[in-house]
């Protein structure tokens, strides 16, 4: 199963994720979605290019482990299973 993605969680290229939800939060975190902001120390900034269109947070795909970046990345989450998969 897939865990959710959280700001703070990371990607492959060493990343990190900088926003999500304004409101919806798992375990104390802001869950990320397609569209939020992200960084990159190969890209510089890069926002999150994936989500799953079957599972919406605030008007946004949520973004789940394996999810890509804008700049080729794959998300990790800290999670490890959110029920989705």
Do not use: W
Not at 50 to 73: K, L, N, P, R
Request: glycine share 16%; aromatic share 4%; proline share 1%.
């Amino acid at each position: 199963m897939r865990g959710i993605i959280r700001v703070g969680d990371g990607h492959t290229h060493g990343g990190r994720v900088e926003s999500g939800a304004e409101i919806s939060k798992v375990m104390g975190r802001a869950v990320a979605r397609f569209g939020d902001a992200c960084s990159c120390p190969i890209h510089g900034d890069c926002t999150i290019a994936a989500g799953d269109v079957a599972f919406h947070v605030e008007g946004q795909a949520a973004a789940f482990d394996g999810h890509e970046t804008s700049c080729g990345a794959r998300l990790i989450a800290s999670v490890s299973n959110s029920g989705r998969t």
